[in-house]
């Protein structure tokens, strides 16, 4: 069975930093595009960034641009996310996503190119 686990979400103050990590077990990604979104309270669930899977094309949401940035280590079957200067509106459930496909869609900001999900973890930014 596949699984991803999402960890290092917390409660952090405005301006502050967390690293967010997700490790794949029960298959190997190491071909695959992974990516993380997350859902904002109220809202539906959203684009953060991706990374293919030699590392050598990422992609970020407009509004992380500069604060975030995704890296893996495929050795590890393992994603992070370095979120830097972070926002209260950052506050949000942040989900690890992976692609079984080792092509990076031009639409990779689509849940759908996804096959397998993490059950997501939280992140709190106060003012």
């Known amino acids: 069975q596949v699984q991803l686990v999402e960890s290092g979400g917390g409660l952090v103050q405005a301006g502050g930093s967390l690293r967010l990590s997700c490790a794949a077990s029960?298959?190997?990604?190491?071909?695959?595009?992974m990516a993380w979104f997350r859902q904002c309270p109220g809202k539906e669930r959203e684009f953060v960034s991706a990374i293919s899977w030699t590392g050598g094309r990422t992609d970020y949401a407009d509004f992380v641009k500069g604060r975030f940035t995704i890296s893996r280590d495929n050795a590890k079957n393992t994603v992070y996310l370095q979120m830097n200067s972070l926002k209260p509106e950052d506050t949000a459930v942040y989900y690890c996503a992976a692609s079984k496909s080792i092509v990076y869609s031009g639409t990779y900001y689509y849940s759908r190119e996804y096959d397998y999900w993490g059950q997501g973890t939280q992140v709190t930014v106060s003012s």
């Open positions: 029960g298959r190997t990604f190491s071909r695959g595009t």
